[in-house]
């Protein structure tokens, strides 16, 4: 067995080796700007640098890159050696301070949304003191933030690390009016936990539509899928265990908290949790589990799908973002404690949330849009596109004895006896769960379960704090110049709670009697991407964004067509390997069998005349439509992607590749799968959803 502590942490730049290798009072002067979130002193840079070199090739490095995350949603590295030459036409290993703390790679090369017409192709990398530097692939990582010349942020991070300063420069004003005096900074912490789909390398290399797009374009239901419930925590089987195995090992080694592994509720579908940390290191540490997730498959001759929807029919993937807010002393402001009736800061944390998500339902929607995600939401496997909040019969109680003005009596956690004397009695939670809400309060964190498994979890978290930290703001006004200050926490409370209960909803958010209830409620149904992006530049939103300082006007809109940008790109590819699939493979595949069934037919008359030919020529005649729609259709799917792309509005553009473009492409699929069901499986091109979802 290996010694889990040896390793753990060890390609990584971390406290312990910043202790050991840096003078006391530099290594000191770091860690308080990073734990009081401020900005560092430029001259300890070098010494740093230095540090982080050494360190470095002795973990075998020869490279530096600035690790940074643009708005692709992956990450980008950049890579430079340490050498430099010397007069006697030697080399030695140098990085500088200067070289630490910025870098110039060319942004014209990334999504900029118009900030690269509008400015320079000039972009600056900029370290992030606050998540560690870490060795991999021979190369030191640093994680930078990118923005263009003129400082606009081009990137997921930098949003990220705005937000946080703005809920930590709110919430501090809440934590002085509660008396926390030593309280010094106020940090989010995440937990993202991932989904995941592990396929046989040797049939997905047999499929464009997964090479190219990362889910599969046809493919009909095998006869068995997920209905018995045997997947979802089924024991693990080897080949996967051993992948899981080498990828918890690879994470420990980045420093990456990785937890809980277990089977998914579909056929070949995993999931993998982290133990949260700060949501900025999350982050980072998300992106490098979906990174090394991919790379480790290979090793075992799998490919990692991470796309939300890799196979029609069958659950798609997502990710739960597990969200709090802890102060630097350890308080958890959602932790209900023992009387959460009595837990003031709790109950105001609450309402905050509970405020911020139904004033905001619009951000929370458009941060969980994208192309993939639109398979999912609503499609009775995840929450429907409609957001709404979960809070168990105990909150929901107390919230509303709260608002009645009545007291309320913390319930007893009940002691539980399973029934055999030899097991142990366990406790009961307070509260059940509830799978089908988007946004649930479990336990002491809420979790918001729309994110896509392929999305950077920035783009939620960014929302998150700066709602929470726009209604922080609002709440601390109004509290800092009460005279009783109890009372009016109290007085906030309950009017919060009056005014915002529709979004409150704990039955079945997969019924469609919800949507119905949510129409009525006035609640917001963003059915697409689409449809949501157009949200966020609305005044309101820009002006919240600014209020804050996380976003500005022009950082937004560049979102908002990168956004779109990618949705047209992404339905675009989608469309061509369409295309090529059908044009190349599978009307090619139809024919031949149909062919076969010709002479197999001509023959058996030819043997005994008047021979029932039923088989063969229903078959023919099935096939043969079937064949004539798929290729009309096909023809159609060409004509409306050049219509598509002619439009120059990118909004246009992408309501077109939405309505009409994807409409062709489900109907193509359908007459295909009809057809796979009647094609000798020899004939046909592709490996079936039966061989990639149960042969591993
Ligand atoms: P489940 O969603 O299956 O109930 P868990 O309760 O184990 O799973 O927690 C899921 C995730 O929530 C884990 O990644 C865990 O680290 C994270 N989590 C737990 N407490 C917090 C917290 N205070 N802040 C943020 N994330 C948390
Ligand atoms: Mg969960």
Redesign the pocket.
Known sequence: MKDINKFFGCNVFNDSVMAERLPEEIFNSLKTSVKEGKTIDRSIADTVANAMKEWAIEMGATHFSHWFQPMTGITAEKHDSFIAPTDDGHIIMEFSGKELIKGEPDASSFPSGGLRATFEARGYTAWDPSSFAFVKDHTLCIPTAFCSYTGHAMDKKTPLLRSMDAINTQAMRIVKLFGLEDVKRVNV?????QEYFLVDKKLYDLRPDLIFTGRTLLGTKPPKGQEMSDHYFGVIKPRVAAFMHELDEELWKLGV?A??EHNEAAPAQHEL????TTVNI?ADHNQLTMELMKKTALKHGLVCLLHEKPFHGVNGSGK?N???I?TDTGI?F??PGKNPSDNLLFLLTLVAVIKAVDEHQDLLRISVASAGNDHRLGGHEAPPAIISMFLGDELTSILQDIAKGVHHDDAKRIKMTVGAQVIPYIRRDNTD?NRTSPFAF????F?FRMLGSEASISDSNVMLNTMVADVFSEFADRLEKAEDFEAEVRAVISETIKQHERIIFDGDGYSDEWCREAAKRGLLNLRSTVEAIGHLNKSENVALFERHGVLDRIELQCRADIAYENYCKTIHIEALTLIDMIRRDVTPAITRYTDKLCIAAANKKSVIEGIDLTVETTLIKQLSELNAQIFTLTNRLVDAVKKAEAIAHIDRRADAYHSEVLWLMENIRHAADSAEELVDRNYWPYPGYDKLLFNI
């Not at 949790?273 to 949260?276: E, H, N, S």
């Open positions: 912490t995440v937990g993202p936990e908290l937890k809980t949790a982290p133990i949260f999350a739960h597990n969200w709090s802890t958890n959602l932790s769960r479990t336990g002491n964190k979790e």
